[in-house]
């Protein structure tokens, strides 16, 4: 069983940056994939990155490549995004997800989920 907890959400101005952060719960989180998805208004949730258990792989959505980066510590069993060059369509809540599988996109695992908010 692992137990997700994100912060580091809030309110900026599109070109703005945030980083989110999202504590595990568990002993085996280096076992997991830890991920990021998104759910604006009226949308249906996305992906948004993936890291593999030793960090050693990474993957973004075509929308987000170039401005945000996932990583992970796993010394300190957390999961971070930096999310840089924000812009008001990346408006949205953010759950941290993590699974055994980097490719699925239905994790076993979800957080509570964080507001980002990017103002025009």
């Known amino acids: 069983q692992v137990q997700l907890v994100e912060s580091g959400g809030g309110l900026v101005q599109a070109g703005g940056s945030l980083r989110l952060s999202c504590a595990a719960s568990?002993?085996?989180?280096?076992?997991?994939?830890m991920g990021w998805f998104r759910q604006a208004p009226g949308k249906e949730r996305e992906f948004v990155a993936v890291i593999s258990w030793s960090g050693g792989g990474t993957y973004y959505a075509d929308s987000v490549k170039g401005r945000f980066t996932i990583s992970r510590d796993n010394a300190k069993n957390t999961v971070y995004l930096q999310m840089n060059s924000l812009k008001p369509e990346d408006t949205a809540v953010y759950y941290c997800?993590?699974?055994?599988?980097?490719?699925?996109?239905?994790?076993?695992?979800w957080g509570q989920g964080t507001q980002v908010t990017v103002s025009s």
């Open positions: 568990g002993r085996t989180f280096n076992s997991y994939a």
């Open positions: 997800t993590a699974d055994l599988s980097t490719a699925t996109m239905r994790p076993a695992y």
